[in-house]
């Protein structure tokens, strides 16, 4: 046969005997005829196999999923055949030989665009096959662009990219919710997060920033909590005042957004979902002032029903899907943040919140190393257990904050997903690493 | 101040009053005049502050590290004090203003470029403050250009990239060396390859690629091993043969080493490295000829001394510092691995090695379900904990391949680094996470 022409490439070839190769995505067998679509990377097109075709006999043993290589006739479609708007809608393969590269078996379900309606837990069972479905396809397609989006943006703002480490030596930020590891005759811990580490780079890079896994143990089953994550991370020194890193960070979700809207139109049409609006400014408000407009008490954070209500009263003011709260009490927030040197009983944390529920969080941190291990001791921690931390501090840091994003959060968010499993390729959550945990005894191996 | 200016920007400046922002790099108190080295994210520049600037006092408390914000007038050099050829080597600052930004302890050892000859351990026990090290930093920014020069030409190929997990469910390709983690009152573990999952995504994604911790507690303290490590992963659908894998691969690397090469300059000269050369076309010979080749009786594989002699014979004959070796024995490999249809005895496996190492592996895999079956069994391998990647070809999966290198091996020959817990910003072995375990009980927490 030729060589393989992509699928998406085809409108190029029109009159032209190319090959394609992809899997069988529909087959209709209308006795004399046998309509296909076949599917590859880049899209699907139509094929039909003709009564006096060679390819026939094969043409209708094939199923659904089948692996082929097709050789065939690009053909312009009569004008009342054309689906305007649609890839490959003018076109069609005029099938002439058939080769089978690998079979499938019958499927447990529907997989068309149409039929597809499996609840979530069905959908995890069979994540290998429900992968291939283009609405989960989108999903990832997106999750790509806002991870890839990301990187670019923050390579373009000076910040150098370092790989976090995952094992840890010790429960730094408090002891809860954190896997254990039997490293030889010790015990380490999956990170939560790769807050000391950024802190430590930007001393020798200034702005740094990585796309790494952080791990939390909740040992709750509900629709926003997963076990592993993917965390975007960012860390800058030399800032003026926190308001440096609010700025960065509002860059680089409107950058995000830009791409997402740019690169992924046909995706978010196919998952019925609307971006946030940003605008020009987002509003930030202190803690105080956002309970003072809810007319809540004064609190040392605002509850899920009060982020809800918030993000609402704000895109009735003011058009914004976000804003910034800051402001947080110094001693509810880790050591490491920043008091407000005129009140330092709030400090200079703050969160992004948008539709109601928190996107990003960051701030400034602080810098002297005086007043750092001052925080240490307040806090209750040992020094030695971070002493390679202090010791960044200890030999000159300059002003420095940052911020983190989960990405399957912020697809979740984006696509209005119900559940953040959706956004995640391979969930694991209390009950589940690929396969369900109960009834399937990891411990003897 | 005025707004910082970035110091590798300066010699756009000549004759203007400027502020930067860095670290003390070098200070040279002449009594009546003080000499800098500052030092920010975009290079050096040398300052002094005259006998008559309002800057005097506060120059003469500076130490080394220091964090400061620097105003002053930058002038051209009289020519007998031009140092061709290095960063702003024909300008200076002359010093108006300091500003304290943080202040830093004396140095616990001599962190010039000349006189830094630390031993690794005590490079590693102060991690954070070498990291600020020209050598040290340089090393990383060519790790950086590989990791993010690999994902580019993934991308320009058509490869899609995905997050691949850590925690896994047990332990796919065999027991030893893989880590435990406590997983609510199961176990877990630490993935050691991205295998398995790469091989799924594929017949979602047809070309996927992924950048992810891998992790071996393997119990040696050697100065090649480490136990979490980043691997650069790709796989890809729709081959016609191993070599297919073997082009890419081949493509990939030179793409990496070009970008380095033009990236990297001064940080190759620093370091003192030469890359490698790669030639039109990479030897490529079977274990059977190699061994051959090296008069060795036949065997499984290469032993250490044997892949030196044969990449120093291979250099000898062809100028390539690369050679494929291809077709191992199929039952010393997992089982996934193709066996070559007219030799079922040996594989479509591959190992590209380079200056007596092995930088790459890869091959074809099987992508027939029947046969995989067949190869779970004789292997002795249960397919309940592999149910997922097994369903990923019951339904249909292209004749495909992959390959796999690491980054901070790669890393460590291109630059002809002796330990390659220099090519990790954090290294982890059996002796150390951050700082050294024994003696360090983190089973407190």
């Known amino acids: 046969m030729k060589e393989r022409t992509l699928i998406g490439e085809l409108g190029k070839h029109v009159g032209k005997t190319v090959s394609i190769s992809g899997w069988v995505n529909v087959r209709r067998d209308q006795g004399k005829m046998v309509f296909f679509d076949f599917r590859d990377r880049s899209g699907k097109v139509q094929g039909v196999t003709l009564s006096d075709s060679p390819a026939l006999e094969t043409a209708k043993t ?14 312009k479609r009569p004008e009342k055949n054309v689906h305007a708007g649609k890839q490959n809608g003018d076109i069609e393969l005029e099938i002439k030989q058939i080769q089978v590269l690998a079979e499938a078996e019958s499927l447990p379900f529907d997989m068309s665009e149409s039929g597809f309606n499996l609840d979530l837990t ?10 291939r479905h283009p609405r989960v396809r989108a999903i990832f397609k997106v999750q790509n662009v806002i991870i890839d989006s990301f990187r670019q943006f923050m390579q373009s703002q000076g910040f150098f990219e370092f790989q976090a480490p995952v094992i840890t030596p010790s429960v730094a930020e408090g002891g809860a919710e954190v896997f254990e590891v039997n490293y ?29 896994k952080i ?23 030399f800032i003026e005042s926190w308001k440096d890193v609010r700025d960065m ?76 709260v800051y402001g947080y009490p110094t001693r509810t927030k880790p050591f490491y943040v920043y008091p407000n040197p005129e009140n330092p009983e709030f400090n200079e944390g703050m969160d992004l919140l948008c539709r109601g529920v928190e996107w990003l969080s960051g701030g400034r941190r602080i810098n002297d190393y005086g007043q750092l291990l001052k925080h240490v001791k307040e806090w209750g921690m040992d020094p030695d257990k971070i002493s390679m931390f202090l010791e960044a501090f200890k030999y000159g840091a300059p002003p420095e904050g940052g911020f983190a994003l989960g990405a399957e959060r912020m697809t979740m968010q984006i696509l209005g997903l119900k559940n953040v499993r959706e956004a995640s390729m391979f969930p694991r959550d209390m009950n589940r690493i690929d396969t369900l945990l109960h009834g399937n005894d990891t411990s003897e191996n």
Request: some cysteine; hydrophobic content about 40%.
């Open 249 to 324: 960070s509002e860059d680089t979700i409107r950058w995000i957004l830009h791409k997402v809207q740019r690169l992924c139109a046909e995706e978010l049409t196919l998952l019925e979902a609307t971006l946030p609006v940003m605008t020009e400014k987002t509003p930030t408000i202190s803690l105080t002032e956002a309970l003072e407009k809810l007319g809540a008490p004064a609190d040392k954070d605002l509850n899920p029903e009060q982020e809800h209500r918030l993000c609402e009263l704000i895109k009735t003011e003011t058009g914004s899907d976000f804003v910034y």
């Open 122 to 131: 069905t959908q995890l069972d069979h994540r290998a096959l429900v992968l």
């Open 62 to 75: 094939l199923r659904c999923e089948y692996v082929v290589r097709v050789e065939g006739v690009v053909n």
């Open 184 to 212: 030889f005759d010790k015990k380490a811990y999956l990170t939560q997060s790769p807050q000391l580490y950024k802190q430590i780079v930007i001393t020798a890079f200034e702005r740094v920033f990585s796309v790494n």
């Open 215 to 237: 791990f939390r143990a909740e040992p709750s089953a509900t629709t926003r909590h997963l076990t592993e994550v993917v965390s975007l991370d960012a860390e800058m020194g």
